[in-house]
C-alpha cells in the first residue's frame, strides 16, 4: 500500500512569512496527525483529526497555525506568520482509528522547515 | 499527563554489542507501549509494540518487555548492527479509552561502529 505523503520535502523561509504544508494519509485511514519534531526532541502533537474533526488541538499555537482536513482525506498545516522558533521538521502520520490502545501510527517522511 | 522519559543519547557501541535503551513512563489507566525507529532520512516507523502488563514485544532481534510495576519499556538487542544505526522513540497512548493521543520521548540516537 501507499504510505503517508507530505509535501514539500524541504522549505526555506523568512520570518513573518508563511507557508503550508500538504499530507495525504494512508487509504482508509480514518485518524490523521501533524506533528513538530524540533531537532534534539521528539515530536510533539500539534493536532489530532477523526475524520474531517479535530479531536486533539490542544497543543497548536492558534494564533499562527492552522489546520484542516478537507472531506476527512487530506490535510494540510499552514503557518502565518512564521516565527525563527518554528523551525523543525513537521511530521504527518494517520491511523486506522483513535480510539482505544494499541494505536499504530505510520509517519509521513516529514516537511523540513527553516525559518531565516 | 502522560510522559515518557528515555535515556538521552548519543548511544555509540560496536558491532555485535548488546544494546539497551532505557524507557520509563508515567500514565494513568493502562497505556500501550511502543518504540519507533527513525533511521537516517526517513519517517518514524514502528518497530515494537506491547499492549498490556508482562507482555513482549519483538521485532528484528529487538524486545521490549512492558512492566507495569517498574512503569519501564526498555528496549534491548542482543548484537548490534551497523544497520540498527538509527534515532529510537519510546511512545505511549493514553490509557483512559476515548480518542487518544500518542506521546513521545525525546528518543535516544545509536551509532554503531564496525
Known amino acids: 500500500e501507499a504510505g503517508v505523503a507530505q509535501s514539500p520535502r524541504y522549505k526555506i523561509i523568512e520570518k513573518r512569512q508563511s507557508v503550508a504544508f500538504w499530507c495525504n494519509p494512508i487509504s482508509g485511514h480514518a485518524t490523521l496527525y501533524w506533528y513538530q519534531q524540533i531537532l534534539g526532541q521528539g515530536p510533539k502533537l500539534l493536532i489530532q483529526f477523526q475524520n474531517n474533526g479535530v479531536v486533539d488541538d490542544s497543543q497548536l499555537p492558534k494564533d499562527r497555525f492552522s489546520a484542516e482536513r478537507l472531506k476527512g482525506v487530506d490535510s494540510t498545516l499552514k503557518i502565518q506568520p512564521a516565527k525563527l522558533e518554528d523551525s523543525a521538521v513537521y511530521l504527518c502520520?494517520?491511523?486506522?482509528?483513535?480510539?482505544?490502545?494499541?494505536?499504530?501510527?505510520?509517519f509521513g517522511a516529514g516537511s523540513r522547515l527553516t525559518v531565516l | 499527563g502522560n510522559s515518557v522519559t528515555q535515556m538521552e543519547g548519543p548511544v555509540t557501541l560496536s558491532e555485535e554489542a548488546f544494546l539497551t535503551i532505557n524507557c520509563t513512563y508515567t500514565?494513568?489507566?493502562?497505556?500501550?507501549l511502543f518504540w519507533y525507529v527513525q533511521y537516517p532520512g526517513e519517517g518514524l516507523q514502528l518497530l515494537l509494540k506491547a499492549t498490556k502488563a508482562d507482555d513482549k514485544g519483538s521485532n528484528k532481534g529487538f524486545e521490549a518487555t512492558y512492566r507495569k510495576e517498574t512503569t519501564s519499556f526498555h528496549l534491548e538487542k542482543g548484537s548490534v548492527q551497523v544497520s540498527d544505526s538509527a534515532v529510537y522513540f519510546c511512545?505511549?497512548?493514553?490509557?483512559?479509552?476515548?480518542?487518544?493521543?500518542?506521546?513521545f520521548g525525546i528518543g535516544t540516537k545509536l551509532q554503531v561502529i564496525p
Open positions: 511512545a505511549l497512548t493514553g490509557g483512559t479509552g476515548g480518542y487518544q493521543k500518542v506521546t
Open positions: 500514565a494513568t489507566g493502562y497505556p500501550s
Open positions: 502520520a494517520s491511523s486506522l482509528a483513535g480510539l482505544g490502545g494499541a494505536n499504530v501510527l505510520t
